[in-house]
């Protein structure tokens, strides 16, 4: 009988040391968690902060870079167009090139169209 009690209480110190050691290893963790956590969501929420500021300066220097702003050389109606992109002029539809800072006529291939359809004409005319 004596024995059994003190197997009981030697099972209850174990008990309670584990217990105090699973108690104190999960405080220490959760405050090397909460560290990192908190932590992480200053880096987040700086990062959140300061990104956009970036990605604005970016944009406006890339703006800068790439925005040309020229004159149409068909109707002379002036508007912005991206560096070395293909654009159509807003005022009178045609398709231009900005290169270097200028715009620039496409011909398209299709021009020497209206020739061809005279000549056509003519034939039919003729016949
Ligand atoms: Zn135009």
Redesign the pocket.
Known sequence: MNREYFKQIKFNNSGIGCLLSILLGGLFLTAIGLGWIVNGLLILFGFLLFAPAVAWLVINWWLKRNLVEDK?P??N?EFTGFNNTQCR?P??G?QLQVVSGGFQRLTPPGTIDIEAVEIQSQRLEGE
Do not use: L, S, T
């Open positions: 149409c068909v109707c109606y002029c005022n009178c045609e």
